[in-house]
């Protein structure tokens, strides 16, 4: 029996996770089986147990993988933004990025509306990744609290409460373009309209 190179496992892996998107993706996180997988690309079930213990785990990786690519791209062409304008341009990149990659629309649908967070699905994820979902909020957050701080905007400025209705804004209109599939909305055009509104009226708010 031949063993199998670092790089065919590797490629079988990668294989499997696409398989379980798309079934995740058709089926739902729960109706799923690993039998489902395998048969997506035609192998046992137990050659995806081999490389996944459980649902879960292939979860986690889905997440890791996603999470990966989105940090190669931001170090790339997106830095920490530390102003007003670098905000408004990580959010301009953010949604143009998602209306060029169909894999992550389906990546964010899979996440928002077909995964079933039971507890332990929710600490499981929790445990391996830490609380991804404050990523946006903090981004947000910071750059605020650094524009405050160079004076573009005042000191009376509430900068969590702000930070939350930016980031409730971004959400909203990312689960609204991944579910709605409207053709005629724009989250790069809509979203950065209303932002764009928010940020006018902070930049007034420091003069």
Same mark, same amino acid.
């Given at each position: 029996m031949v063993r199998k190179t670092k790089e065919e496992k590797e490629n079988t892996r990668q294989l499997i996770l696409q398989a379980a998107l798309d079934c995740f993706y058709e089926k739902g996180f729960s109706k799923t089986s690993f039998d489902d997988i395998a048969a997506k690309i035609g192998m046992t079930k137990g050659a995806v147990y081999w490389h996944f213990k459980d649902k879960s785990d292939l979860l986690v990786e889905l997440i890791k993988q996603r999470l990966e690519i989105k940090s190669v791209n931001s170090k790339a062409n997106n830095p920490s933004p530390a102003n007003l304008q670098e905000l408004r341009d990580f959010f301009v990149f953010e949604a143009?990025?998602?209306?060029?990659?169909p894999a992550l629309q389906k990546f964010i649908f899979f996440i928002m509306l077909q995964v079933e967070w039971s507890d332990a699905v929710f600490n499981k994820v929790l445990s391996e990744l830490g609380d991804i979902r404050k990523f946006h909020i903090t981004t947000v957050h910071?750059?605020?609290?650094?524009?405050?701080?160079?004076?573009?905007?005042?000191?009376?400025?509430? @900068?969590?409460?702000?930070?939350?209705?930016?980031?409730?804004?971004?959400?909203?209109?990312?689960?609204?373009?991944?579910?709605?599939?409207?053709?005629?909305?724009? @989250?790069?055009?809509?979203? @950065?309209?209303?932002?764009? @509104?928010?940020?006018?009226?902070?930049?007034?708010?420091?003069?």
């Amino acid at each position: 029996m031949v063993r199998k190179t670092k790089e065919e496992k590797e490629n079988t892996r990668q294989l499997i996770l696409q398989a379980a998107l798309d079934c995740f993706y058709e089926k739902g996180f729960s109706k799923t089986s690993f039998d489902d997988i395998a048969a997506k690309i035609g192998m046992t079930k137990g050659a995806v147990y081999w490389h996944f213990k459980d649902k879960s785990d292939l979860l986690v990786e889905l997440i890791k993988q996603r999470l990966e690519i989105k940090s190669v791209n931001s170090k790339a062409n997106n830095p920490s933004p530390a102003n007003l304008q670098e905000l408004r341009d990580f959010f301009v990149f953010e949604a143009n990025y998602l209306e060029t990659h169909p894999a992550l629309q389906k990546f964010i649908f899979f996440i928002m509306l077909q995964v079933e967070w039971s507890d332990a699905v929710f600490n499981k994820v929790l445990s391996e990744l830490g609380d991804i979902r404050k990523f946006h909020i903090t981004t947000v957050h910071n750059a605020l609290t650094s524009a405050q701080k160079r004076g573009e905007i005042s000191a009376s400025v509430d @900068i969590k409460d702000t930070a939350q209705l930016i980031t409730n804004m971004w959400k909203g209109a990312i689960n609204f373009y991944v579910s709605e599939r409207d053709s005629d909305y724009s @989250i790069a055009k809509n979203f @950065i309209n209303g932002l764009d @509104i928010i940020l006018n009226w902070l930049k007034k708010e420091g003069k």
